[in-house]
Nanobody, 127 residues
Framework: QVQLVESGGGLVQAGGSLRLSCVAS????????VGWFRQAPGKEREFVGA????????YYTDSAKGRFTISRDNAKNTVYLQMNSLKPEDTAVYYC????????????????????WGQGTQVTVSS
């Protein structure tokens, strides 16, 4: 079992930056790939990006490329989402999610592939 807790959300002006953290408990976290998702009011949860088990491979949706960076520190059981050049349309609740995999470079962009979820952290970008 893996428990995930996100933090770092808040209110920021457009063009600003935030760094979200996802701290995991459980001994199997290093065997998990981790995804970041977000959900705006009235919209479906959408994929933002993911990082492989080892942290050597990262993947981003087109809207995140060039602005967001995912990294992980397995020694600290933590995954980060650095968000720069934030836009009002980035406003959402951000969730981290994890699932174990035998493939060290695997990831998924599908909500239903992830078995462990955090409670989410609110990000609000004002114009």
């Amino acid at each position: 079992q893996v428990q995930l807790v996100e933090s770092g959300g808040g209110l920021v002006q457009a063009g600003g930056s935030l760094r979200l953290s996802c701290v995991a408990s459980g001994s199997t976290f290093s065997r998990c790939y981790v995804g970041w998702f977000r959900q705006a009011p009235g919209k479906e949860r959408e994929f933002v990006g993911a990082v492989s088990r080892s942290g050597t491979s990262t993947y981003y949706t087109d809207s995140a490329k060039g602005r967001f960076t995912i990294s992980r520190d397995n020694a600290k059981n933590t995954v980060y989402l650095q968000m720069n050049s934030l836009k009002p349309e980035d406003t959402a609740v951000y969730y981290c999610a994890a699932r174990s995999s035998y493939n060290p470079s695997y990831y998924s962009n599908r909500v239903y592939d992830y078995g462990f979820w955090g409670q989410g952290t609110q990000v609000t970008v004002s114009s």
